[in-house]
């Protein structure tokens, strides 16, 4: 059974930094990419940014290049979304997500279906 745990969110300002979290366990874990979704209230859950966990590649939503890190730390099942310069439309629940061991093809990253563990969300805040 493969867990993830989210934590880091909290209530911000605008242009401020933020940093998220999410550790995975379970014996089971082999996941091929780890990654950031979103939802805000009466959106659709979007991409945030995902994590090849064999070389590291990354990949990023457009709303949040140059923003945004993604990082990740194998040997603890772990991966951290570092969110500077946040803005208001930023507000949202993140959660964080992990496939299975099969290698993505073409636009997987940023399919919600493209990952089979989610964890529960924490909640990001940016005021103005």
């Known amino acids: 059974q493969v867990q993830l745990v989210e934590s880091g969110g909290g209530v911000v300002r605008d242009g401020d930094s933020l940093s998220l979290s999410c550790a995975a366990s379970?014996?089971?874990?082999?996941?091929?990419?780890m990654a950031w979704f979103r939802q805000a209230p009466g959106k659709e859950r979007e991409f945030v940014a995902a994590?090849?966990?064999?070389?590291?590649?990354?990949y990023y939503g457009d709303s949040v290049k140059g923003r945004f890190t993604l990082s990740g730390d194998n040997a603890k099942k772990t991966v951290y979304l570092q969110m500077s310069k946040l803005r208001p439309e930023d507000t949202a629940i993140y959660y964080c997500?992990?496939?299975?061991?099969?290698?993505?093809?073409?636009?997987?990253?940023?399919?919600?279906?493209?990952?089979?563990?989610w964890g529960q969300g924490t909640q990001v805040t940016v005021s103005s």
């Open positions: 994590i090849r966990r064999t070389d590291g590649s990354l």
């Open positions: 379970g014996r089971s874990f082999r996941s091929y990419a």
């Open positions: 997500a992990a496939s299975d061991a099969v290698p993505f093809q073409g636009t997987m990253w940023f399919l919600k279906r493209s990952y089979k563990h």
